[in-house]
């Protein structure tokens, strides 16, 4: 998997299409965490992917 950096600005534009809360970017993972839908939205070539049906449940 190729390495993302994700810039700073876009990540100020983005929020979960779910909760509208703000997004934290997990490098890692290479996912943007929304801690209130406990949600993780994969970053897939550099694009986020904020479709709830994508996103991987972190509330286990």
Known sequence: MSETVL????LELLVCPLTKGPLEYDKENNELISKEAKLAYPIRDGIPIMLVDEARDLSN
Not at 7 to 10: C, I, Y
Request: proline share 0%; glycine share 0%; charged share 0%.
């Open 7 to 10: 810039s700073t600005n876009l």
